[in-house]
């Protein structure tokens, strides 16, 4: 569609807006900035534009001028008018009476900017209204018509280069909409408080806060839009304080200032969310932003910045009370360059988890200031993750978090080395380990305040000196545990310069003395409430400090204000007298010596002299060998430094070959494009000649050949895009083949070329003799990698022009295929025409289709979407009526026991709950009557005052006769003797009156008192019965809860304990628990459990052979008191079983020791079991029981100490213990089972 399709009425737009602007469409029309209802055509205006739509596609917007009328007169109401561009109907926009002022200052600025693009576009512009016009009176005709004057509005862009220099440089009428010498110096004032060092130019960074608090004058929208639109590289903008600011302002700054990064919003109260979805929306360049103080903000607000401020850095949320963790989350998934965030006195954030935290933790890795001050409810779980993911913090305030513990400071300790400020003020749970965890990891801190941290003392304070070297601030302020103990260990600290004690109470003159004799540059000493420090005291220790003086803010000392330049006289003093003393004992040594010094300077010529000289000819040497072996790696650098540069300068000039490659294509696309647009011009005015010659003939005629032209129009555009988008998918694919195989290249040489950088480097570390052979080598591999390289560029460069060649080839034949069709599109013209009107149905139906389907698409997602949220709400409504049912259920038994304990001890209550009534009904009684004869007391001081006044005023006058109302009580002459006389005594009857209602005044308080103090006496003793007895029953049902735990947790502990010693016993005294075996099945290759007593199979390995995994270790028996010594593998240590009770012990029983110490054993049993073997002496010794199995293994008994071991009838090998394994599988059966109980026992089991 052309320009004069949307001109004349009959595109889309000028369809869809039910013909409502007059020459409408393109960059000349629709241009009202402050259009407030539907625009008036005149009646002329309809007739041209109905004349219009016969016109050709493309017009000049010169000819469309010349087609229209002139402006008809303007109408006689109240309607301010604009001329458009391009045509003379003037466009009538209606402005309400109330807002003319607003309208002048608030749409200046957008009439300035429009009317300055149709002027930069060469079209005429549009009188500005006058005063009049703003205010309901009609414009005259030749206002209508004229151009802007001298005293038209300024271009909004030229406003930044008024010269300021005389008052005749600035318009006649201002931004400001004042016509007045008034103005103009408003206007130059202004202007000046923000321009640059030159007079010419507005600064990039602008203070409205500093200019209002100069200035008095009060930020507005309208300020704020002036100033953005005078300035649009605005980089800065303060509005801190602006209270009148709303959206209409942060509109202004988002429709002109989209390059600002640094938005100061402290304060404005009327900002919301729809102003700051414009900013987040425009605004992209946000680097920083403050909403200090903005009661208003929300989480909605949060939300909606986060849709478009994602490289915020600073963002400062201080005492916003609606902020919440949701809002701070969604921040923080977004901006992920946050390096400052400030949530101080945000009360929320935290109290439903620490989701905020968790999320800062996981996207905001650059955080290097966290201000959490107040927020209460932040607990470790959060800051855990913020330690693990933010390890560039440095600045970390979490004053008043008293759920914060010592495993947040761990967290902190362990990733954040490079805390320098830390504020732990009332977390009242860390303790003096955590301070040393957090000392030995954060060596750079400088500032620490750990106030009311009342675990702290001097053991986490020594720690926390000797380990932080660089702390220079710290805080102990209501730490109670920081005695003088505490500051001997602070005296270690050589870099502290500000210290807090106040409310110390248990630091006394000692510890302050200590400290400052040894932190010699300690500046600040805050000793606040530290009961036993005297001022006399205080006063002699800075006498003695020479760079103090008495503190005047608190109670302490502060530097002097000359003390930097005292501190360096003092160290210059102390320079020059270390300087005198050494150069004193330098002349003493050089006297005392004498002719030492001869027979030293012989004895050095005689001997070290030639070694000195073998040392300079040895290191003269080494020098050149050392210059040779720079020169010759320097030589290997430059070699591989020139390779390299080579390649780079190849890579340049193919880079270069391609960028000149891909701008010739462009600029042929760029010809071809013009081409055929002039070729449709061209075609485009000769058919316009066609129909013009035709419409001289017949109108109807004409009318109907234009309709037939705007068919054709339409398929050529049709066809035109349909083999534009052909040729777009060509191009488009060869450019992603070239793409793909350019990727490819590149990543097989970086490929290649690391391979080689390996292979290269693992040559050269094992092969350091080999390296000028090596070098060689490695040139010749570039060489041949070299060329290989620029053969396959070579044959791309190929490639790429034939393809080029072959695009050529298509381009012409596409120009002859257009150029035939352009032949025969005359001869097709009728027959197109005829199906024009069933191809307009055609679409008309397939676009409903279309958009049925769209619209059916989108409601099924909605649908799903707003299903799956509803499940969602259901969900967590579930889980939040369950918890509230069990918390419900929890309180409404807690309540039902205090009530049933409360409902036993009714009748011992109900007398003093009557008593308290009455008493209370009493009271009321009383305070009321109080309160009408105090209200009765006041009306009649009044009336006596009145009356004294009177008497005064009678008193000192002379006239014989006096009016008043006191008499009769209407106004009345009286004689002034007479009327003396009455009004003193009725002044007297009154001060009596009031005096005897004083008296039952205070009667009445009395009453009152006693009253109340009954009152009291009753609650006392009612308060043991009523909310005493709540809260013992409710501590004793609590009591009771957590007894009952304990006692389930004990009797599971006590069920599982007997559990386990019943398998355990079990697994001891089987039968048949030495005969378990391992054996792998040859089939399949797993392991089972075979019994050789019992023929039992098992897949599980039988509990048996885990406790006696240890066989073959030594088992020695005791003695005869039943204890038997065991070894435990997994802990490798040895336990002490006793048989008959079936107790475990670690440590020896002192029965064994006793008696070994009566046997006198020195050796162990093995060790005497082994001495025997090997004298003989056992063999033949023992007497023979019976035969173990197949193996050759008998049981033997000793007949001196009666054990049983086992002895080899082959070998003579002895062993105290026998293994299934050992015993070849079968075994003899056993005679019975007391003989088994024994043998098991032998065994030491």
């Not at 569609?1 to 009425?9: A, F, H, N």
């Not at 923000?194 to 806060?209: S, T, V, W």
């Not at 949220?869 to 026991?897: D, T």
């Not at 009356?947 to 009345?972: F, N, V």
Request: charged share 30%.
């Amino acid at each position: 569609m052309g320009l004069g399709d949307e001109r004349s009425g009959k595109g889309p737009s000028a369809r869809k807006m039910g013909k409502t602007v007059a020459g409408g469409g393109g960059e000349g029309g629709n241009r009202s900035s402050f259009s407030l209802v539907s625009p008036v055509k005149p009646r002329g205006a309809q007739k041209a534009e109905k004349g219009a739509r016969t016109l050709p596609a493309r017009l000049d917007v010169e000819m469309l001028r010349k087609t229209r009328p002139k402006a008809p007169a303007p109408a006689k109401k109240a309607w301010a008018t604009k001329t458009r561009p391009g045509s003379g109907a003037p466009e009538a926009t209606r402005l309400p009476a109330a807002d003319p002022r607003e309208l002048a200052s608030m749409g200046a600025s957008r009439l300035g900017g429009v009317w300055a693009a149709e002027q930069s576009q060469g079209l005429p512009a549009p009188p500005v209204p006058d005063t009049a016009n703003y205010y309901g009176a009609a414009p005259s005709s030749s206002q209508s018509d004229a151009r802007p004057a001298a005293g038209s509005l300024p271009r909004a862009n030229s406003l930044p280069k008024l010269p300021l220099g005389s008052k005749a440089a600035i318009p006649t009428q201002s931004i400001f909409e004042r016509d007045s010498p008034r103005a103009r110096a408003t206007l130059r004032s202004f202007l000046r408080n923000f321009l640059e060092a030159n007079g010419a130019d507005l600064r990039l960074d602008i203070d409205l806060a500093a200019h209002a608090l100069a200035t008095g004058t009060p930020i507005t929208n309208a300020m704020v839009q002036e100033i953005c639109v005078m300035q649009n590289d605005l980089r800065s903008l303060d509005l801190s304080g602006g209270r009148e600011v709303t959206d209409v302002g942060l509109w202004a700054i988002a429709r002109h200032c989209t390059k600002i990064e640094d938005l100061k919003l402290s304060g404005c109260d009327e900002v919301t969310k729809v102003g700051l979805r414009s900013v987040a929306l425009r605004c992209q360049r946000l680097r920083t932003l403050e909403f200090q103080g903005c009661k208003n903000l929300d989480d909605e607000a949060l939300r909606t910045l986060a849709g478009g401020c994602w490289d915020l850095e600073t963002l400062n949320l201080n005492k916003c009370p609606k902020i919440t963790d949701a809002g701070l989350a969604e921040m923080a998934r977004v901006c992920r360059n946050l390096t400052y965030l400030n949530v101080s006195d945000c009360a929320q954030v935290g109290e439903f988890g620490d989701t905020a935290l968790l999320e800062l933790g996981k996207f905001c890795s650059q955080l290097a200031t966290l201000d959490m001050f107040g927020c209460r409810h932040v607990r470790d779980k959060g800051l855990i993750a913020v330690a693990k993911g933010c390890t560039n913090l440095e600045t970390l305030r979490l004053t008043g978090c008293r759920e914060v513990t010592g495993s947040a400071v761990g967290a902190l300790a362990k990733n954040c080395h490079q805390l320098t400020d830390l504020s732990l003020a009332g977390c009242e749970k860390i303790l003096n380990k955590d301070l040393s965890v957090l000392a030995r990891s954060c060596s750079k801190l400088q500032k620490l305040d750990i106030s009311e941290c009342s675990e702290i003392h001097a053991v986490g304070l020594h720690a926390l000196v000797h380990q932080c070297t660089t702390l220079k601030e710290l805080n102990l302020e209501r730490c109670l545990r920081v005695s003088d103990d505490g500051l001997a260990v602070i005296a270690d600290a050589v870099k502290l310069q500000t210290l807090n004690l106040s409310n110390c109470a248990a630091i006394s003159e000692r510890g302050v003395e200590d400290l400052a004799q040894g932190c010699t540059g300690l500046s600040y000493l805050n000793i606040t409430g530290c009961t036993q420090i005297s001022r006399r005291f205080l006063m002699n220790l800075i006498a003695d400090l020479r760079f103090s003086e008495p503190a005047h803010r608190y109670y302490g000392y502060q530097p002097k204000p000359d003390a930097a330049a005292l501190r360096l006289a003092a160290e210059e003093h102390d320079r020059r007298e270390r300087a005198a003393v050494a150069m004193q004992r330098i002349i003493r040594g050089h006297l005392g010596r004498g002719g030492a010094w001869v027979r030293r300077q012989e004895w050095v010529i005689e001997h070290m002299l030639p070694r000195m000289q073998a040392r300079i000819r040895g290191t003269i040497q080494r020098r050149i060998w050392k210059k040779d072996r720079i020169w010759r790696l320097e030589n290997r650098a430059a070699s591989k430094l020139a390779g390299a540069w080579r390649g780079l300068q190849s890579r340049r000039l193919v880079a270069k070959i391609h960028a000149a490659e891909a701008l010739r294509r462009e600029h042929e696309r760029v010809a071809r494009m013009l081409q055929r647009a002039f070729r449709g011009r061209l075609s485009r005015r000769l058919v316009w000649t066609m129909r013009e010659d035709l419409a001289a003939s017949a109108r109807l005629a004409a009318q109907e050949q234009a309709r037939l032209e705007v068919a054709a129009r339409s398929v050529q555009g049709a066809w035109r895009a349909r083999k534009g988008r052909e040729i777009t998918d060509a191009l488009r694919k060869v450019r992603d083949e070239k793409l793909a195989r350019a990727r490819l290249e590149d990543k097989a040489a970086r490929y290649l070329q690391r391979v080689y950088r390996g292979h290269q480097g693992v040559v050269e570390y094992k092969a350091k003799r080999e390296a000028y052979e090596q070098m060689l080598q490695e040139w010749r591999a570039a060489q041949v990698l070299a060329a290989a390289w620029r053969g396959s560029r070579g044959r791309k460069r190929a490639r790429e022009e034939r393809l080029r060649r072959q695009h050529e080839l298509e381009v012409q034949m596409a120009i002859r295929l257009q150029t035939a069709w352009r032949c025969n599109r005359a001869r097709h013209l009728a027959s197109m025409a005829r199906s024009l009107n069933h191809l307009r149905e055609e679409e008309r139906k397939a676009a409903c289709k279309l958009q049925a389907i769209w619209r059916g698409r989108r409601g099924k997602a909605a649908a799903e979407r707003k299903r799956n949220l509803l499940e969602e709400v259901r969900r967590r409504e579930r889980g939040a009526l369950g918890l509230q049912r069990i918390f419900r259920g929890h309180k409404g038994r807690e309540g039902w026991e205090v009530a049933f304990h409360i409902k036993r001890l009714e009748t011992m209550a109900r007398p003093l709950f009557e008593r308290q009534a009455a008493l209370t009904k009493e009271k009321e009684d009383i305070a009321k009557e109080a309160a009408m004869l105090a209200a009765k007391m006041t009306a009649m001081r009044e009336d006596t005052d009145e009356l004294r006044l009177e008497l005064s005023q009678m008193l000192g006058a002379t006239k014989k006769y006096w009016d008043s109302h006191r008499i009769t009580g209407a106004p009345q002459r009286f004689l002034s003797k007479f009327l003396k006389v009455r009004l003193t005594e009725q002044l007297q009857e009154q001060e009596a009156l009031l005096a005897e209602d004083q008296d039952h005044y205070n009667q009445l308080v009395v009453q009152a008192r006693t009253k109340q103090r009954l009152l009291r006496q009753v609650h006392r003793e009612l308060a043991p019965l009523t909310e005493g007895m709540s809260l013992k029953t409710k501590r004793d049902r609590s009591t009771r809860l957590r007894e009952k735990v304990r006692l389930e947790k004990w009797a599971a502990t006590l069920i599982q304990r007997c559990f386990r010693g019943m398998r355990l016993r079990g697994a001891l005294f089987s039968w048949y628990r030495d005969y378990w075996i391992e054996v792998v099945d040859e089939t399949t290759g797993d392991v089972y459990f075979y019994n050789t007593w019992s023929e039992e199979v098992r897949w599980a390995k039988p509990l048996e052979m885990t406790l006696l995994a240890t066989s073959d270790q030594p088992v020695v028996r005791a003695g005869a008191n039943e204890w038997v010594e065991q070894f435990d593998d997994e802990k490798g240590l040895p336990f002490w079983y006793n048989e008959t009770s079936g107790e475990y012990r670690w440590e020896k029983p002192a029965e064994l020791e006793g008696e070994e110490e009566e046997q006198g054993m020195g050796e162990t049993g093995q060790d005497w079991f082994n001495t025997q073997s090997e004298t003989g002496d056992l063999m033949g010794t023992g007497h023979h029981t019976r035969d173990i199995g197949e193996g050759g293994w008998q049981e033997m008994m000793d007949p001196q100490s009666g054990q049983t071991y086992y002895q080899h009838a082959d070998t003579g090998e002895t062993k105290w213990s026998l293994t299934p394994r050992e015993a070849a599988g079968k075994a003899s059966k056993r005679a019975s089972q007391p003989q088994r109980r024994a043998s098991t026992a032998h065994l030491g089991i």
